[in-house]
């Protein structure tokens, strides 16, 4: 899942989707929210301006090391390979898993993120200071994702604001911090570049983007189709930078289709 997203994001009903379809769903909670371990190292807000502007920072860790999470998880679950899905930051992460451990991941989907090069998948501007809001206690988190959400939501699928304070609320009670939600950030705004070494991914890949994205602008999901060899691209008018209820079916049906494309290959 993405930034400060845990792993009840991925919404249950689009999980029995893909179960219907065949496949044995998956889903975790990233380090630094839900009910993962919180890691080490304080990130303040001036490190976050210096990283969005491009300077050099330390980050407490890397994508890589979140992709090293999964690698993790699948050992301890006995699973050697996946179809490997991610949504924003871990679309991110699932590029990387593909680049570091490609005898791990079978296909690749990677919905609303980028490669990791700064001219694409830019966020818009007036975002940043939404992102850098307060979160005090529980009513102050919900009150500013239905604010973030507003913002970053699919305006062609709009969710209804009782729906959004509904999932906040949850969100809140399974675990998540600001200061963990920094650190991960920190980790995206000081990712590489990884266009080049998408070029030696050879799995079946999909790539969902939507062309009202501000979090993340649809050039970043261009730049990631383009660097991977037959990767379909799926550009969704009117999306955002979320995962509506009515486009399950659609995300559904990409996941399955991809994942096909690699069962024709072996």
């Not at 206690?137 to 994702?145: A, F, P, R, T």
Request: aromatic content about 6%; overall charge positive.
């Amino acid at each position: 899942m993405g930034l400060g997203g845990p792993m009840t994001w991925w919404d249950p009903e689009l999980c029995r989707m893909l179960a219907e379809r065949g496949f044995y769903v998956i889903r975790y909670d990233n380090r630094d929210v839900g009910r993962s371990s919180r890691a080490q190292g304080r990130v303040t807000r001036a490190t976050l301006v210096r990283a969005f502007t491009g300077r050099r920072v330390r980050a407490p860790y890397s994508l890589l090391d979140l992709a090293e999470d999964a690698v993790g998880l699948l050992d301890h679950l006995g699973v050697e390979s996946a179809h490997v899905c991610g949504v924003s930051m871990g679309g991110m992460i699932a590029q990387t898993l593909a680049i570091a451990h490609p005898d791990r991941v079978r296909s690749l989907v990677s919905i609303m993120s980028t490669t990791g090069k700064r001219t694409v998948g830019w966020q818009h501007p007036s975002l940043l200071p939404s992102l850098l809001g307060s979160r005090a206690g529980k009513e102050g988190y919900v009150e500013m994702s239905v604010r973030t959400w507003k913002l970053i939501g699919s305006p062609a699928y709009p969710t209804t604001e009782e729906a959004t304070r509904k999932r906040a609320g949850e969100t809140w009670d399974r675990g998540v911090t600001a200061s963990g939600t920094m650190r991960q950030m920190v980790a995206i705004l000081t990712q590489p570049n990884r266009a080049e070494k998408l070029h030696a991914v050879r799995v079946p890949a999909l790539v969902v983007h939507g062309t009202a994205d501000k979090m993340v602008h649809v050039s970043g999901g261009r730049a990631t189709a383009a660097a991977i060899p037959g990767a379909e691209l799926l550009l969704v008018d009117g999306m955002g930078h979320d995962l509506p209820e009515a486009l399950f079916e659609t995300f559904a049906d990409g996941i399955r289709r991809t994942a096909d494309r690699a069962s024709a290959r072996r």
